[in-house]
């Protein structure tokens, strides 16, 4: 279990690490692209492109940075109502949702990549699969922190479970 966490916990400073880097690599082609078209009266054919594909690889591959860091939408105001057992179940509930989800996007994920195989960009000659490679990555890391989460909602619902049961426990483990 700790050889799962140390991985996990690597991937996922990994692909932040992965993320900031296209932030700042974007950053910088954008400054560029304005220093060329408004100082050297020179514009670059290819910043706008790379800038946007730069966009698509943040937005896709950040899928899991998004769901750890509890960045997408969310309406909490009745989930925070309930207790703590119920709260596990929903969050255990709406995470197998989620997989379930992906799991159904993802062989059409497949699909797209090796159509746009076939494409060329237009300014930079990228092949377009690649630009789109992130989603499937993007799902892929996103599915595995979703399992890690349904592992810990699971284990909060059963530690409940075995905390409400108090006594009975203790009087199993004399008798063992």
Not at 93 to 118: E, M, N, R, S
Not at 145 to 161: D, H, P, Q, R, V
Request: charged share 15%; with cysteine.
């Amino acid at each position: 279990m700790n050889t799962i966490k140390n991985i996990l916990n690597k991937l996922d400073k990994l692909s932040d690490y992965f993320l900031m880097l296209c932030l700042g690599i974007m950053g910088v082609v954008l400054f560029m692209q304005v220093v060329f078209r408004y100082v050297l009266k020179d514009p670059l054919i290819w910043s706008e492109e790379a800038a946007r594909y730069l966009h698509v690889w943040i937005t896709l591959f950040g899928i899991r940075f998004g769901l750890k860091n509890k960045a997408h939408l969310n309406v909490s105001f009745f989930f925070n109502k309930f207790n703590q057992k119920v709260q596990s179940f929903i969050k255990l509930f709406t995470d197998i949702f989620i997989i379930i989800c992906i799991i159904i996007y993802l062989p059409g994920a497949l699909l797209f990549v090796q159509d746009q195989k076939l494409i060329v960009s237009s300014a930079m000659g990228v092949n377009m699969g690649l630009v789109y490679v992130p989603a499937i990555l993007g799902f892929i890391s996103a599915i595995f922190y979703l399992l890690n989460e349904c592992f810990k909602s699971l284990t909060a619902i059963l530690g409940k479970m075995e905390s409400e049961t108090g006594p009975e426990k203790d009087a199993i483990q004399e008798v063992v």
